[in-house]
């Protein structure tokens, strides 16, 4: 099995920007794509950003991220990063590091393996 372990969310003001990190380890051999999907209070999960992992670097965002967050990725440490600027209040959330099977996943729903997710929390 994949084991991911999330880190960095906190407090932040509107405005301001967090690093999350997502250590990766088991059986990612099978894992093709790293994301990130986050769940707010009372809602479902709702995709964030994706990156390839076994291909040239090709990211995908969801609308409501998109100029603001960036994901990356360093192989040799099993680990990517989600730099998320210009936060919101709407971004808080708990954040969860994820690995598809798939090539492209940009569904929560496509996910196969969560991390325990990190949280999230932006001020007015």
């Known amino acids: 099995q994949v084991q991911l372990v999330e880190s960095g969310g906190g407090l932040v003001q509107a405005g301001g920007s967090l690093r999350l990190s997502c250590v990766a380890s088991g059986r990612t051999f099978s894992s093709y794509t790293m994301g990130w999907v986050r769940q707010a209070p009372g809602k479902e999960r709702a995709f964030v ?3 390839s992992w076994k291909s040239v670097d ?3 965002y969801s609308d409501s991220v998109k100029g603001r967050f960036t994901i990356s990725r360093d192989n040799a440490k ?3 990063y989600l730099q998320m600027n210009s936060l919101k209040p709407e971004d808080t959330a708990v954040y969860y590091c994820a690995v598809s099977s798939r090539l492209l996943a940009d ?3 496509w996910y196969d393996y969560w991390g325990q997710g990190t949280q999230v929390s932006v001020s007015s």
Request: glycine share 0%.
């Open 78 to 80: 099993n680990t990517v």
């Open 49 to 51: 950003a994706a990156i």
């Open 107 to 109: 569904a929560a729903s």
């Open 58 to 60: 090709i990211t995908y």
